[in-house]
Nanobody, 127 residues
């Protein structure tokens, strides 16, 4: 079965960096759109960044453009999110996700198009 396992969340000070990882299994990794979402308590889960694995196209939410970079390693079937210049407003639970249907992302992956979620990893940024 499809499994997505995140890691790398931590508490950091503003201006710091973190790299999140998401190990994927249970599906043909190269044919899908994968993405990162985040959710603060009481708020809607929002898409942060997406990557179309087969063509390498990446898309980002405006709030993280220039600071976050999504990437992946085909051999390890692992998705990454490099987060630089972190701000307190980046504090959230971060989730890895796979699109419900195969193919590209067509922009930042939308919550309604997600077929599978990871369990989440917490990122806390203090000022």
């Amino acid at each position: 079965q499809v499994e997505l396992v995140e890691s790398g969340g931590a508490s950091v000070q503003a201006g710091g960096s973190l790299r999140l990882s998401c190990e994927a299994s249970g599906f043909t990794y190269s044919n899908w759109c994968l993405g990162w979402f985040r959710q603060e308590p009481g708020k809607v889960r929002e898409g942060v960044a997406s990557i179309s694995i087969s063509v390498g196209r990446t898309d980002y939410a405006d709030s993280v453009k220039g600071r976050f970079t999504i990437s992946q390693d085909n051999t390890k079937k692992t998705l990454y999110l490099q987060m630089n210049d972190l701000k307190p407003e980046d504090t959230a639970m971060y989730y890895c996700a796979r699109r419900r249907y195969s193919g590209g992302c067509g922009g930042v992956l939308r919550r309604g198009d997600v077929g599978y979620w990871g369990q989440g990893t917490q990122v806390t940024v203090s000022s």
